[in-house]
């Protein structure tokens, strides 16, 4: 109960008649008047009435205190026993805590996230999150229901801002066993062909030492050895990466009987390889305003070495200077094109000719290091249409195109062909989807009959600009005009020059990208995106072969000029090959080595020693959850139950209403002035 004012007249007024009130007894009392002290009372029942004393009497109604239930439902939980003992504690709890009024439960689900890359079982941070709005005085505990492996343990519970018991029911027998390969040590990178080193170890959770396992090492989904590990030991593979780009590694070792999951029996490590410096040797037949332009572009790319070698004294050329005096070096034609040839991923000619600097002989080596998987850019100029072109030479059968003898010069836009827009080397060239394009003209044309291969740019009245062709192993190209430096220099607005022959130079050294028929599988968590390239209108639907063994089709969809995709969620994590025609991709979906299957044994360890340090209890519950812990409520601050769950009541309520009685209002006042007044008659009266 509590005591208020609510005065009928304003404080300052009741004040002053106070002070009246005061002055006329103690006057009384000064006279000696009889019924002084009754006169007192009167007054001062007058002055109360008017400030009309309330008594305010407050319902209260206690608080229950917040259970958090933490209910882990990580994929290490996803076996079906596990998962039947986890809802058979869950049941059991809600049920038994159902019984204290003073209690309410609040079940938090600790999902994880299947399209992380790297999965992992947190579950203070579930807990963290799902008491938020919970005043810490009105928690009274949490219980975690989980086989024990979690990842976010924290120093303290304190650094999560709770102060409430923890416990543990941990789900699981104390026998499992469980084996598994992890990959220790692995390069993000490397060389093609060259040794790598993958350290990975075996090991076998709760299980007797075992004698050596065998090993079964995939790499790009082709078996390439068994090897043989010591359980608990590191063991080193060495392999050469086959490819540039993603290289998928495997290993996968034998079930162990009885074992809690298989999920663990493979470990996966990504490398990317890496191409060494790729060679390329520049041959310019002549000094010319479109030279600098390849040259800036090959020597700006950090992954080219560039050999560059321009004619400037051909041998018809002879004016008697003395050779002491040229400063001017020979051309190593023995050394580049017979010794040295296989050592260049590209040779260029730009605006060559046949003027006697190579013997003809030379250029049949040419033409069978392009057939033996060689590459070769011809970036013709008018000589290519001459009578020293090198279209009469023994490289001819190389070359994509014959020269007609002409040359058009005159000023056109480069357009993109039909094959040009679905052609991953010209395909969203910046500007060439407007018509005109939006780039600046050139001026001359060398004409070509007997094309193979792609036209991909044209020029002049639809005459061949750009033509790629694949001979032999090796690649051709031939950009029949020498006016690419105008987009160089910026003429007319310039054009994509970097990026034109940027992808002509890496389309010849058979970047991957930049395939004309490829099939590729991207991975994303679960999420699985098939994309195919194609030079045709139309593809037919890809094969999916999952890790289990099951294969299904799926309908590619258009996606651009040339572009087919899909893309389908997976629930099966592991490795994924994809089959379109010929084509073969790989793709490993899930995590490649997430914490949440390093090890899958039940285990009262990592939880422990934090719910023992805030007064909790940590057990094992069995399949029919019959051992679960008895509930002993408290209002302790410090909660220590034993081989109970201590859980913490709130002595905190909360205000239902308030009931308000006045002390001088009503009959109870009238009553008390009557007494007063009548009392001071009296004694006035004898």
Known sequence: MSLAFDPFLPLPLILVIAVVAILLVGWAFAKRMRGAALRALALAALVLALANPVANFEDREPVTSVVAIVVDRSPSQMTPDRTARTDAALKALTERLARYPAFETRIIEAVTDPDAQSPSTKLFEALASGVRDVPSSRLAGAVMITDGQVHDVPGSLSALGLDAPLHGLIVGEEDEIDRRVDVVRSPRFGIVGEDQEIVYRVSEDGAAASGPVSVTVRINGARVVNET???????????????????????????????????????????????????????????????????????????????????????????????????????????????????????????????????????????????????????????????????????????????????????????????GKRHPVTRALPGGSSEPPAWGRWFRTVGVHDTIGDTVMRGTDGAPLLVLNRYGDGRVAMLLSDHGWLWARGFEGGGPHVALYRRIAHWLMKEPSLEEEALRAIANGRTLVVERQSMSETTGPATIKLPSGETRDIELTPAGEGLFRSELTLDEPGLVEVTSGDLRALAHVGAVDAPEFRATVSTTGIIGPLSAQSGGLTTRINAAASNLPQILPTRAASVNAGSRMGLRASNESVLKGVRSLPLFGGLLGLALMILALGATWFREGR
């Open 229 to 419: 590990a010591i359980p608990g030991e590191e063991s080193s593979f060495y392999l050469k990466l086959p490819r540039g780009g993603e290289n998928i590694v495997e290993f996968h070792v034998d079930e162990l009987d009885g074992e809690v999951t298989t999920a663990n029996n493979q470990a996966v490590t990504l490398i990317e390889g890496i191409r060494e410096n790729l060679r390329v040797l520049l041959v310019s037949g002549a000094p010319h305003a479109g030279e600098r332009a390849w040259r800036n572009l090959l020597k700006s790319d950090a992954s080219v070495d560039l050999v560059h070698f321009t004619i400037l004294r051909p041998p018809e050329k002879q004016d008697g200077t003395p050779i002491s005096e040229l400063s001017l070096i020979a051309f190593p034609t023995r050394e580049l094109f017979i010794e040295k040839i296989d050592e260049f991923d590209l040779i260029i000619f730009d605006r060559y000719q046949n003027r006697g600097v190579l013997p003809v002989l030379y250029y049949d080596y040419i033409a069978r290091y392009v057939e033996d998987g060689g590459a070769l850019l011809i970036a013709a100029g008018p000589e290519f249409a001459g009578i020293q072109s090198i279209a009469e030479t023994p490289l001819a059968p190389a070359l994509p195109a014959m020269p007609t003898g002409d040359v058009a010069n005159a000023g056109y836009y480069p357009r993109l062909s039909e094959d």
